[in-house]
């Protein structure tokens, strides 16, 4: 008995997702209203059981059309923030951990505008990769950092977030595993 579910589980589903719609909401206003106004102007001129009940239902469902909605959660969106920033941090590992292998000493200091010319002159492909992983790098703390804050999680411990223009590849690959797998922990498989 424990497993049954409600009359409206069982319905089809376009019709169970009508119902937060605002349709619905509207459908259960004016369903409210014509009930609240029959009964009204019933309950005045011949006061029964029958048009007070009309009345406290029409107000009823007034009342839950304004006041009365929940919003639920699709699935799987409260782990939205931390999945979006798991794939940015493994894109960024994947692409640095290529480019330390194939050219190592050009991409030493990953993160120094030294590591890449002036605009105006000629660059390398390296330098280009250097550059285009160093803003997104410089993205990825940004809106982590803001993530950590709006979930109240401590960024004391997290290495990504003390990575500085003078961190070295090393460093910064390491940073960037460790929050890989902090980020992990926080949904699950």
Do not use: C
Not at 13 to 34: Q, S, T
Not at 77 to 84: S, V
Not at 116 to 122: D, H, R, Y
Not at 135 to 155: D, V
Request: proline share 5%.
């Amino acid at each position: 008995m424990a497993n049954r579910k409600s009359w409206w589980d069982q319905l089809p589903e376009p019709i169970r997702e009508l119902r937060g719609h605002a349709l619905f909401k509207f459908l259960e206003w004016a369903v409210g209203a014509a009930l609240g106004s029959f009964g009204g102007t019933h309950v005045i001129a011949v006061p029964s059981a029958l048009n007070v009940f009309l009345v406290l239902i029409g107000v009823y469902l007034m009342g839950m059309a304004v006041f009365g909605h929940k919003r639920r959660t699709p699935e799987g969106t409260e782990t939205l923030p931390q999945r979006l920033l798991f794939e940015e941090a493994d894109l960024l590992h994947r692409a640095y951990r290529n480019l330390n292998q194939e050219h190592q000493e050009e991409a030493r200091f990953p993160l120094q505008n030294r590591s890449w010319p002036a605009f105006g002159g000629e660059w390398s492909i390296v330098q280009v990769n250097l550059y285009s992983l160093s803003m997104q790098t410089k993205w990825l703390l940004l809106t982590a950092t803001k993530a950590f804050s709006e979930m109240h999680w401590p960024t004391e411990s997290v290495e990504l977030f003390r990575i500085t223009e003078q961190s070295r590849m090393v460093d910064l690959l390491h940073a960037l595993e460790e929050f890989r797998l902090l980020l992990r922990s926080k949904f699950p498989a």
